[in-house]
């Protein structure tokens, strides 16, 4: 049996040879970890007033049921009504 070789094709060579002077080349390399930091911390900080936005009205409306529901039960007056008439 005889291991078959092929040559790379010219196309695979420049590709190769393109990724490894990208991969040592840095000269710019501060700006793109900028960039891609910066992206980052504003998706988490968009995040971040999302949450607290949500949360904010998750309370307001938490705090309507609660007093709706103390309005009905004084308004039923529920230590003096029995459990029948309730349901």
Known sequence: MSAYKSEPSPAHKNVSQFLRRFVKHTKGSIAM???I???VLLAA???AIDFGLITVQKNKMQNAVDA???AAGEELQVSSTSKAQIL
């Open 33 to 35: 970890t900028f960039g």
């Open 37 to 39: 930091a910066a992206s």
């Open 45 to 47: 900080g968009g995040m």
């Open 68 to 70: 709706a529901t103390l």
